[in-house]
């Protein structure tokens, strides 16, 4: 993985600590697959709901990182993201994707 691709530096903090995913993994028994997500701001390939917060919670604590800061950019990136999705400027039209009911109803 690229520096570039991580938030917060979180890679370049876990790798100056001597941790690796691996270790993570180990003792959090969370995916590497989802630490990486985790590291890279790739939120929405986590499992979802209270998964979420509890994996990035367990992550910031194996890396001995502030769990406070990095909750809040992910409450921020899911709000700029749902935010986004609802104006249609996420590539997926109006509504998020979704018709207007009355196109659906033919009104």
Do not use: C, W
Not at 5 to 18: C, D, P, Q
Not at 49 to 67: C, F, L, M, P, V
């Amino acid at each position: 993985m690229k520096e570039e691709e991580s938030v917060l530096g979180l890679s370049a903090i876990r790798r100056n600590r001597g941790i690796s995913l691996e270790q993570i993994a180990e003792s959090t028994k969370i995916s590497i697959r989802s630490l990486e997500a985790i590291e890279q701001g790739e939120f929405r390939k986590l499992p979802g709901g209270i998964y979420n917060t509890s994996y990035i919670r367990q992550y910031a604590r194996a890396i001995e990182y502030d769990e406070g800061d990095l909750l809040a950019y992910y409450r921020h990136e899911m709000a700029r993201a749902e935010g986004t999705a609802r104006n249609g400027t996420g590539g997926n039209g109006a509504y998020g994707g979704l018709r207007q009911t009355s196109s659906l109803f033919g009104s």
